[in-house]
C-alpha cells in the first residue's frame, strides 16, 4: 500500500487529502493536516471517493457509434482522425458559428480547458457553454458593473466575521466556506458572533443558526431590499464608507427610500420586526460577512439578487477589511471579462445565431443551446468534463437538439447520459491518474494554490486531456508534431536561465507564426512539458500563467514565498513559483495581500466601486408593481437540492449512497396528508416540462405549499433504469432570469400526486 497526498474534487473547497492505495483502490481517505488551507479538514463525501475512481461506467476505449446505434471500439488515431476531418469540414462548410465547446473544467478538473478551449480557436468559434454559466452568469454581470470587469469575483471572510449571512446556501452540506462545519460550530459556541439564515427551507445550516428568515421562494429581491430600505431609512448606512469608496449611491439611495419595507417583507412572508434586527444586526456589526450560493442564484430576480446582496455589505461598509467581502486575485483565469458595453466601444463580441446573445464572463449559458442547435445552425459539439443532458436545463428539448448534430464527441472518464448519444465517446483519464488542479483558488488575503500529483495508474486507454487536444490539434493541421528549436532550449531549463530563454524561444515562435499564438497550451506541452519532472506535461502552461501572476503581484509572491527562497524580477520570480508549485505535494500559498493592497483589485479606472447600475435600478424600481407569479400549478419545487449524499454527477454508482439512496421529494407533512400521502410513497413530480417519479420524504422544516428535490441522481449505472429523480426534465429552458439566462431550478412550478404503478 502507498499513502500519496492529493486535494477532493467534489467542491470548490478541494481540501487537502492523504489517499492510501492498494492496487488502484482507495483503501482510506483522510484530511491532509499539511493542506495550508484545509489542515486536515475532511467531509463525508470526500471519504468516499473510490466510487468515482473505480466503478463499472469507467471508460477505457475511444468508441464510435454505429448506424445500429451500437458502439464499437477504435484506435485513437481512427477517433481522433476521423473527428479532425469532421471538423475540418464543418468549418469549411459553414464557418465558425456551427462549432460549440459545452462543459469544460468539470468540478477540479481545469487543466483540461487550458487544452480543449484551442478548439474555438481552431473552429474560429467563441461559443463556450458551461455549467458555471447556467450557475453565475448574474453574479458575473453584476461583478462587471460594480468593480470594472466581470473577473472580479468576491470572496467572505465568514470565518473572521462578527456577522454572518447566508442567503440560499446550507454550507452544513454545500460547503463553499473553509472548513465548514468547524467554521460554522466556532461561530455558533461564540455568543458575539451571530449567525442569519436566509432560506425557504429549515436546513441543517439553521439549526446552528441565531436567526432564521424562512423566506417564500422567489422573493430574495423583495426580501434583500426591504432589509436595505430599513437601514438607509433608518440612516444605518456607512455614509463615509460610501464617501471614500464607492460612486453611485446618490442614485440608489432614493429607491431604497421609496420601498416600503412593510410591504415587501409581507411578500416575502416575513415579520417586519425580523427584517429590523437582521438591518440593524449587519449595520452595527464591527465585521460582517454575506455568503450566497445557487438557491439565491438560481431563482426569480437572478441579476437583481446578485446586485442587492452586494449591496447589503457594500452600503454598511463590510467590504475591503478582514472579516468581511472582499476581491481576490486567481491563477488560473476560469472567468472571462466579455462586458456588453464593449461592443458600443468598438469591440467585437460574438452574439449567438438565433438569441443573438453576448457573452457573459466569457461564457453562454445552456438554456439557449437547444435554440442555437436547432434554429442557430450549430452542427457540431465537444462536451467535455459534463453530463449536460442531466445536469443542464430541459433535459427532453435538450436530448432532441443534440440528435440533429451533425458531430457530436464526448470527452469524460464515464460512460455518462450525454455520452450514450454521442457519435464519438473518448476516454479521459481521472483526476486522480493525471496531473491536475483546480481554478477556485478564491481565498483572500492569502492566496492558495494546489497541483494534484496522480496517484494512480491511467485505467485502460484514457488519456489525459491534455494529449487528446494536442493531437486532435495537430490531426486538423493547426500546430505541427514538432518544434526542434523549443524542444532544445526546454532541454536546458529551468537551470540555464530559470525557463526565461525558453519563454523568450516561445515569444519569438509565436511572433514569427501568428497562426500559432492560439495554440500555446499545445505548444508548452510538447516542448516544456516533456522535460517536466514526473511526467508533468499537462501543467507546462501553468508556467506563463505563474510569471503572469508574479510580474502582477510581485511582493505579494514575494511574501508568500520567504521560506521557499522565491526572489529575483518578474520573470525569474514566476518561474520560481512555478517550480514550487511543482513540487508541493500539499500546495501552497501563492501570495499574500494586505487587506488595503485589496482596493487595488478593483478595475474600475477611478479606483471604485461603482454602485448604481441602471437595469438594476430599473427592475428594483419595477418590484413595487410586481405580481405575484401566476401559478397553474399548486406546487413550487426548488431543484438542486444539497444533500449529505449527492454530488453533482460525479458519482455514478449508487452504492456510495449511506442514506436517501432514492434522492427523496421532500414536503411539509401538512401538504401530504392533504394529497392522501405517507412517508416513502412513490410519488410523481409533473409540469409542463415532464415528470420525474421520486419516494416521498416528510419534512417539517418544509414551507407548505414547497417541495425540494436533490441534484446528482438520474444516472443510469451499467445500463440499468435511471437511479433517482433526473429534476431536469422539470426545468424548462425558457424559464430563466431575462438578463444573465440563468435558470430558476429554484422556483419549478409543479403538480405532485401519488404515483401509479406501471
Known amino acids: ?212 428568515l424562512q423566506l417564500k421562494p422567489g422573493t430574495d429581491a423583495f426580501l434583500i431590499s426591504a432589509i436595505l430600505a430599513v437601514i438607509v431609512q433608518n440612516g444605518w448606512h456607512d455614509k463615509e464608507f460610501l464617501e471614500r469608496h464607492c460612486t453611485g449611491f446618490e442614485a440608489v439611495e432614493p429607491q431604497l427610500l421609496g420601498i416600503s419595507a412593510q410591504d ?12 429590523v434586527r437582521v438591518a440593524k444586526g449587519i449595520s452595527l456589526a464591527k465585521t460582517a460577512s454575506v455568503r450566497v450560493d445557487l438557491g439565491t442564484q438560481h431563482t426569480l430576480h437572478t441579476t437583481l439578487n446578485a446586485w442587492l446582496e452586494k449591496l447589503l455589505y457594500l452600503v454598511t461598509g463590510h467590504f475591503g477589511r478582514k472579516g468581511t467581502n472582499n476581491l481576490h486575485t486567481s491563477l488560473i483565469p476560469i472567468i472571462g471579462n466579455t462586458d456588453e458595453r464593449r461592443a458600443i466601444e468598438g469591440k467585437k463580441l460574438r452574439r449567438t445565431v438565433h438569441r443573438q446573445m453576448m457573452p457573459i464572463a466569457g461564457m453562454y449559458p445552456p438554456n439557449i443551446l437547444p435554440d442555437e442547435i436547432e434554429q442557430g445552425g450549430l452542427r457540431a459539439i465537444i462536451v467535455d468534463s459534463c453530463n449536460a443532458l442531466v445536469s443542464w436545463p430541459d433535459t427532453a428539448a435538450l436530448a432532441r437538439a443534440f440528435g440533429k448534430l451533425e458531430l457530436l464527441v464526448v470527452v469524460d ?70 518544434f526542434p528549436l523549443l524542444e532544445k532550449l526546454a532541454s536546458l531549463e529551468p537551470d540555464f536561465s530559470c525557463h526565461t530563454v525558453f519563454m523568450t524561444g516561445l515569444a519569438s515562435t509565436m511572433k514569427r507564426r501568428r497562426d500559432l499564438s492560439k495554440f500555446g497550451a499545445s505548444i508548452l506541452y510538447r516542448t516544456l512539458g516533456r522535460q517536466l519532472p514526473e511526467g508533468a506535461a499537462s501543467a507546462a502552461p501553468l508556467l506563463p500563467l505563474a510569471m503572469q501572476y508574479a510580474s502582477l503581484y510581485p511582493e505579494q509572491v514575494r511574501r508568500a514565498g520567504e521560506s521557499e527562497g522565491f526572489e529575483g524580477n518578474s520573470l525569474t520570480l514566476g518561474a520560481r513559483l512555478f517550480r514550487a508549485i511543482l513540487d508541493k505535494r500539499s500546495g501552497l500559498v501563492i501570495s499574500k495581500h494586505s487587506y488595503e493592497e485589496g482596493w487595488s483589485l478593483i478595475k474600475n479606472r477611478d479606483g471604485r466601486i461603482h454602485l448604481a447600475i441602471d437595469e438594476m435600478i430599473d427592475e428594483l424600481s419595477a418590484l413595487k408593481s410586481e405580481q405575484e407569479p401566476h401559478q397553474d400549478y399548486p406546487f413550487i419545487l426548488m431543484a438542486g437540492e444539497r444533500r449529505s449524499y449527492n454530488a453533482n454527477q ?16 421532500r414536503m411539509h407533512p401538512e401538504d401530504a396528508a392533504a394529497l392522501g400521502l405517507d412517508n416513502g410513497d412513490a410519488v410523481l413530480c409533473r409540469n409542463e416540462t415532464g415528470s420525474v417519479e421520486s419516494v416521498l420524504e416528510l419534512d417539517d422544516g418544509m414551507l407548505r405549499g414547497v417541495a425540494s428535490l436533490p441534484h446528482g441522481y438520474g444516472m443510469s449505472y451499467k445500463g440499468s433504469a435511471a437511479n433517482g429523480p433526473q429534476v431536469n426534465r422539470l426545468t424548462a429552458s425558457a424559464h430563466c432570469d431575462p438578463l444573465s439566462k440563468t435558470p430558476f431550478h429554484k422556483y419549478v412550478p409543479v403538480q405532485i400526486e401519488k404515483a401509479h404503478s406501471h
Open 1 to 212: 500500500m502507498t499513502t500519496n497526498k492529493t486535494a477532493c474534487i467534489l467542491c470548490s473547497r478541494n481540501c487537502g487529502l492523504e489517499i492510501e492505495t492498494d492496487d488502484g483502490r482507495f483503501v482510506r481517505v483522510r484530511g491532509d493536516a499539511d493542506h495550508p488551507d484545509s489542515r486536515g479538514y475532511i467531509c463525508q463525501k470526500a471519504a468516499r471517493l473510490d466510487y468515482y475512481q473505480n466503478h463499472d461506467d469507467r471508460l477505457t476505449r475511444p468508441l464510435k457509434r454505429l448506424p445500429s446505434g451500437d458502439f464499437k471500439p477504435v484506435s485513437w488515431d481512427e477517433a481522433l482522425s476521423d473527428i479532425a476531418l469532421k471538423l475540418n469540414g464543418i468549418r469549411e462548410r459553414h464557418g465558425g458559428d456551427a462549432f460549440a465547446l459545452c462543459g469544460g473544467a468539470g468540478q477540479g478538473n481545469h487543466l483540461g480547458v487550458l487544452y480543449s478551449q484551442q478548439l474555438l480557436a481552431a473552429m474560429d468559434s467563441k461559443f463556450i457553454y458551461s455549467s458555471l454559466a447556467q450557475e453565475k452568469t448574474g453574479d458575473f454581470w453584476v461583478n462587471g458593473r460594480l468593480f470594472g470587469k466581470q473577473s472580479c469575483h468576491v470572496t467572505e471572510g465568514v470565518e473572521h466575521a462578527d456577522y454572518v449571512i447566508f442567503i440560499g446556501t446550507n454550507p452544513f452540506q454545500a460547503h463553499g466556506i473553509p472548513n465548514a462545519r468547524e467554521t460554522l460550530r466556532a461561530i455558533k459556541k461564540d455568543p458575539n458572533r451571530t449567525m442569519v439564515v436566509i432560506d425557504p427551507r429549515r436546513t441543517e445550516t439553521v439549526k446552528w443558526a441565531d436567526i432564521h
Open 650 to 665: 460525479i458519482y455514478r454508482d449508487p452504492e456510495w449512497r449511506k442514506v436517501d439512496p432514492q434522492g427523496a421529494l
Open 264 to 275: 415587501h417583507a409581507d411578500r416575502a412572508g416575513i415579520r417586519l420586526d425580523d427584517v
Open 413 to 482: 472518464v464515464a460512460m455518462t447520459e450525454t455520452a450514450r448519444v454521442a457519435d464519438y465517446i473518448l476516454p479521459a483519464a481521472s483526476q486522480f491518474e493525471k496531473w491536475e488542479a483546480t481554478g477556485f483558488n478564491l481565498e483572500f488575503p492569502d492566496n492558495f494554490f494546489h497541483l494534484r500529483h496522480p496517484i494512480v495508474s491511467v485505467t485502460g486507454d484514457a488519456l489525459p486531456e491534455a494529449e487528446i487536444y494536442t493531437q486532435l490539434l495537430e490531426r486538423m493541421g493547426m500546430i505541427p508534431k514538432r
